[in-house]
C-alpha cells in the first residue's frame, strides 16, 4: 500500500480542508513542533483504511475523528497497491443528540490514467470508478483484500511503533517470548487450544446427554412392537364387526324416532285442538265499535258548531278597529301632557338663568372699575416711591459738592450747597406702596372671579335656551301628530270595546279547541274500538288456519262470535277421535326402542371383550379412534426404536470428536507446540534481520541469536561477537530497524491475502539521539529509500534529520486549525 494523496476536513486538528500530495514522493518527513498534528496525519491514513486508530485504543470510539465542536469529519485516501490506484473515504456525523455514528464509507477502483487534479473541483469518487465497496463493512472487508493486511498487521508493517522494537532487541528471553507471541499473533495456537479443551468438555457432556436418552428409550424391544402389531390386528377386526353391526343400530334407530316423531305428532294435535276456546268478550266487541263510530260523529259536530262562533267573534273584532293605533294614540297625548309641564318649568329655568347672568355682569363691571383704581394707585405710589429715592440719592451727593466745582450728575458749577433735610421719605412710600400692590392684587383676583361666574352664567342660560329650545319643538310635533285626534277619554271606551270583543274571542278560541280535542279522543276511542275488533278476527284467523291440516268447517264473516263457536264444537270432537287412537302408536314406539337396546348390547360385549370403554353415539368412530391410537402406539416404538439406532450412531461420532479434541489440546501444549514455533519464527526472523543489517551497515554486522539472546557479529573486527546491549545509539536503530524489516515482512507472509507492502512510516522520536547517531540514523534511512522497493517517511520535529530528507511537510497549529506545507522536491 503506496499513499498518494491524504484529503481531511473536520478531521481531529485539521479543522479546515487540508491536502497532503504524496505524489512523486519515496523520502519524505512529516515535521512540526510537539503538538501540531504531525502523527495525526498517520491517524487520518489509519482511520481511512480501517476506520480506528491505534492511539484511540478501543476501535468503536469513533468519536475522536471530529475536531472540537465540529459536526462532521470526512477523510479521503487515495493510495495504490499492487499497481492499482484506489480511492477511500470515509465520512463520520454528529447527530443532535451528540451521538457520533459513520455516515458514509465507500471504496473504489479509480480508471487508469485518472487525473486527482479533478478531485480539487469538488469530484468525489462517487461516479469516477468501480465500486468496490459502499458499506462500513464492505469498506472494512475490501480494504483487507485489497491492501492484504488485517489492522493489527498493518500498524506493525506500514505504520512501525519503533521503539517497541527496540525493546524486543533488548528484552530478556521470556519477555521476548510474549512479544513475539503477541506481534505474531501466534497466541492463536493457544485459543486454539482453548478452543480443543472447549471441545473436547462439550463433547463429554454431549455423550452423558446422549447416555441419558438412550437410557430414556425403554420399553421398544421386539416384544412390545409384537405386542402393539396385535393390538393393532384385534382392533381391527373390532372395527370390522362394528362396520357390520353399526347399520342394524341406524335402522332400529330410524324405526323408533319415526314412531316417536308419529306419537308426539298425534300429541301435538290432540294439544291443538284441545285448545281452541271461545273468547270472553267475542260477543260486546262489534257492538261497542258500532257505540264508538256514533261518539265520534256528535263530538265532529260540536266542534263545528264552536269554530263557527269563533268566526263571528273574529269578524267583529277585525271591525272594531286597530287597537295598537289606538293606543298608540293615546301615550301620544300622555306624552304631550308631560313635555307641556316640561316646557313650563324650562321657561322658569330660562329667567333665572338670564338674572343670574345679569347679576353676574354686573359685579363683574364693578370689580373692573375698582381693579383699575387700584392700578393707578399702585402706579401713583411707584412714581412717589423713585422720586423719594431720588431726593436720598441727590441729598447722598451734597456732603460732596463744594461751591465752584462741577456737579458730579450735571457737570455745572456749583454755586450753593442746599442744605440736607433730616428725614427721608422712602420708608413710608415703600409701606404705602406694598398697601397699594396689595390692593391692586385682591381687585384683579376679584376680577378674575366676577369672570368665572359670568363665563359660567353665559353656558348655563345658553344650555337652558338650547333645552327650551328642543322643548318647544318636540312640544309643536305632538302638536301636529295629534291634529283631528279623538279625546283621550273616547280612545279609551274604544280600547275597552276592543278588549271586551277579544276577551270573547280567546273564550270562544277555547271552546273550539276543547271541542277538537273532544273529537280527537271520540277518534281514537274509535279507532281502538275497531282495531279491537279486527284483532280479534285476526285472532279467529290464526286459530283457523292453524288448524288448516285437519280441514275445519267454514266461518260465518258477519257474526265473530257465531264463528267461533262452530269452530270451537268441530276440535273438541276431532280431539276425541285422536284420543281414541293413541294406544297403537304408543305400542309402535316400545316395540322400536327395544330393537335399539339388543343391538346396542351387542356393541357394548365387543367393546369390552376388546377392552375398551363403552361406545357413545358412534360406535364406528369409537373403533376407528381405538385403531388409530393403537396404531400410533406400533409406530412410536418403531421411531423410538429409529431415535435410538440415531443415537447410538451420533454417540459414536461425539466420542470421535471428544478424542481428537482431547489429543489437539494436548499437542498444542504451550510447552510443546508454541515453544518449537517460537524458535522457529525466531530463526526466520534473525536470518532476514541479519541480511537487512548487512546491508544498512555495509555487510559491518550480523545478527544471530543463542538461547534466547541476541548478538552481533561485527565482521570489521574480526568476526567478533558482542551483545546487542554493547551497541551504540545509531547501531541500536540499525538493528531495531532491521528487525523491524524482518518482522514486518513475516507479518506480512502470515496475513490471509498476499500483502503489498511498497510504504513504511517511522512514527519514532528522534530528538534523544546524539549529533553522530543522528547522522548514522539518517544514513540508514537514506539507504533504506535508496533500495526503492518501498515509500519511507518518518515523523519527526528534528531540525538535522529533516534538512537531510528531500521532501518534507511541515506541520503548523494555530488557535483555529493546523495547516501541512510540502517543501522540496
Known sequence: MRPIRLDMDGFTVFREPTTVDFTDTDFFALVGPTGSGKSTVLDAICFALYGTVPRWGDRRAIANALAPSAAEARVRLVFESAGVRYVLARVVRRDAKGAVTTKHAGLEALPHGFDLGRFDTGLTGDDIGTVLAGTATEVDEAVQTVVGLPYEQFTKCVVLPQGEFAAFLHAKPAERQKILVNLLGLDVYGQIRERATSLGTTAEAQLKILDDQLRALSDIGDDALAAAVARVAALTDLGSAVDRIAPQLADAGRLAGRAADALADLDTQIERLGAVAVPAEAATLAAGASAAREAVTGALDAARAAEEAEEKLRGELQAAGDATALRRLLDTHAARSQLAREATDVRSTVASAERQHSAAASLLSESRMRASDALAALEAAREAYQAAMAVDRAIALRPHLKVGEACPVCEQPVHAVPEAPHNSAVAALRVAGDAARKRSDAAAALVEEHDRATRDAD???????????????????????????????????????????????????????????????????????????????????????????????????????????????????????????????????????????????????????????????????????????????????????????????????????????????????????????????????????????????????????????????????????????????????????????????????????????????LDEGFGTLDSSTLDTVAATLENLAARGDRMVGVVTHVGALAERIPVRFEVRRDARTARIERVGL
Open 459 to 761: 353656558r348655563a342660560l345658553a344650555a337652558a335656551k338650547a333645552h327650551a329650545e328642543q322643548v318647544e319643538t318636540r312640544l309643536a310635533a305632538l302638536d301636529t301628530a295629534l291634529d283631528g285626534a279623538p279625546a283621550p277619554e273616547a280612545l279609551r271606551r274604544e280600547l275597552d270595546a276592543i278588549a271586551t270583543l277579544q276577551s270573547g274571542l280567546e273564550k270562544a278560541g277555547l271552546d273550539v279547541r276543547r271541542a277538537r280535542d273532544a273529537h280527537r279522543k271520540a277518534a281514537a276511542a274509535a279507532d281502538r274500538a275497531e282495531e279491537k275488533l279486527r284483532s280479534a278476527w285476526r285472532a279467529f284467523d290464526t286459530a283457523r288456519d292453524g288448524l288448516a291440516a285437519f280441514a275445519p268447517p267454514p266461518a260465518n264473516r258477519d257474526d265473530l262470535a257465531d264463528a267461533w263457536g262452530t269452530l270451537a264444537a268441530w276440535a273438541t270432537g276431532e280431539a276425541g277421535r285422536r284420543r281414541a287412537g293413541r294406544q297403537a302408536a304408543v305400542d309402535d314406539l316400545r316395540a322400536a326402542e327395544r330393537r335399539v337396546t339388543e343391538v346396542r348390547d351387542e356393541l357394548r360385549t365387543l367393546f369390552a371383550d376388546a377392552g375398551l370403554p363403552l361406545p357413545g353415539a358412534d360406535p364406528a368412530r369409537d373403533a376407528a379412534v381405538a385403531l388409530e391410537r393403537a396404531d400410533a402406539a406400533r409406530r412410536r416404538i418403531e421411531e423410538k426404536r429409529k431415535d435410538a439406532e440415531r443415537i447410538r450412531e451420533q454417540r459414536d461420532e461425539v466420542a470421535k470428536e471428544s478424542q481428537v479434541a482431547k489429543a489437539l489440546a494436548q499437542h498444542l501444549r504451550a510447552d510443546r507446540f508454541e515453544r518449537w514455533l517460537l524458535a522457529e519464527a525466531l530463526d526466520t526472523l534473525v536470518d532476514g534481520a541479519s541480511r537487512t543489517l548487512r546491508e544498512l551497515s555495509n555487510n559491518q554486522y550480523d545478527l544471530v541469536h543463542e538461547k534466547g539472546e541476541f548478538f552481533v557479529v561485527d565482521h570489521h573486527d574480526a568476526g567478533l561477537r558482542r551483545a546487542v546491549r554493547t551497541l551504540s545509539g545509531g547501531e541500536t536503530f540499525q538493528a531495531s530497524l532491521a528487525l523491524a524489516l524482518a518482522l514486518s515482512d513475516q507479518l506480512a507472509g502470515l496475513s490471509t491475502a498476499a500483502a503489498s507492502l511498497e510504504s513504511i512510516v
